[in-house]
């Protein structure tokens, strides 16, 4: 039975209406259909898939996932079944649950980018894009289209001149300064960002010398990164006009409200639907929970109403 969300959470993302403002973030929430008996799909404010390429990719070897103290360190690979899999045997049934859908698209040159939006205008069911730009380009050289600002315009500018439906970016944190990031992103079309992805990180098996995870490296994620996340969700919300999505260590509705008040206008769930696969909408109604004791009429009221001590806003 669809969860009674309460009118104070409904808001709006690049045009598309959400009934809350948490989502599940991208590789924490398979195609979004696998839990499906687990929880009310369409009581969640959006399902960012698992990320989708052009062709089907095995990811990287094992382990891929690691425990850490304050989160976990993933060196999964960008496992996935291939756009053209997911547009056929996980989207119709993912579409029928009445879930908001984001498809997120990778590649390893702008081409590919190109060439998954482009199977992805033509399926029902897709509420708008993100594009996960921390991936090495090929074509030069293997530099990251997150960490350099000509190469993210040239692949958002590609992407936004061939789709059909919004398109978010997701960001990287692994640079120097996010903002200008975020403002080439704006720049070249984007509708809006998301931030932060995870953090690059290396588990040392003290005995054996050698790193824990198959790939060596891998990404932190969950609490460990939330100061992070916050502060570059702040940053991006002040040096940008288009709406940001944050994301990074949310495990509780006061953590939603949090990112929120930095400058989000949505939020997403990652490492917390591993412990809790019901976690956006049990966010979602803690973070309802948090606006109804704080007298506030909307959580869209709530964004970018960060006050900084001796009067700094």
């Not at 315009?153 to 200008?180: D, F, H, M, T």
């Not at 400058?263 to 109604?285: E, L, M, Y």
Request: with cysteine; net charge negative; glycine share 10%.
């Amino acid at each position: 039975m669809l969860w009674e969300m309460s009118p104070r959470l409904a808001t709006s993302l690049c045009g598309i209406n959400l009934k809350t403002p948490v989502l599940a973030a991208s590789g924490t929430y398979g195609y979004g259909i696998e839990f499906s008996d687990l929880a009310d799909l369409a009581a969640i404010g959006g399902i960012v898939v698992k990320g989708l390429s052009r062709e089907p990719m095995d990811g990287n070897a094992p382990p891929r996932v690691l425990e850490t103290q304050a989160g976990m360190l993933n060196s999964i690979g960008l496992q996935n079944i291939g756009v053209r899999a997911f547009v056929k045997d996980k989207l119709p049934a993912l579409r029928a649950t009445g879930a908001t859908v984001f498809a997120n698209v990778f590649g390893y040159a702008v081409e590919d980018y190109v060439e998954v939006v482009r199977v992805l205008n033509d399926a029902e069911g897709v509420a708008a894009y993100e594009l996960n730009v921390s991936c090495p380009n090929t074509r030069h050289g293997g530099i990251y289209f997150s960490s350099d600002p000509s190469l993210l315009a040239e692949v958002v500018g590609a992407v936004l001149a061939v789709a059909e439906r919004p398109c978010v970016v997701k960001l990287s944190p692994n640079v120097a300064r996010i903002e200008p990031l975020a403002r080439a992103a704006e720049e070249s079309g984007a509708d809006a960002i998301s931030l932060i992805n995870t953090v690059v990180g290396l588990a040392i098996d003290a005995q054996t010398r050698r790193p824990r995870l198959g790939a060596n490296f891998g990404g932190l994620s969950g609490p460990a990164i939330k100061p992070l996340a916050l502060r570059m969700v702040y940053e991006c919300a002040q040096a940008v006009k288009i709406p940001v999505v944050g994301l990074g260590g949310i495990a509780h509705g006061v953590d939603a409200a949090e990112f929120l008040i930095a400058g989000a206008t949505a939020v997403q769930v990652g490492t917390a639907n591993f412990w809790d696969p019901t976690a956006p909408v049990r966010i979602a109604r803690e973070l309802d929970g948090f606006l109804a004791r704080e007298n506030v009429a909307r959580a869209a009221d709530l964004t970018g109403t960060l006050r900084f001590n001796g009067g700094t806003s």
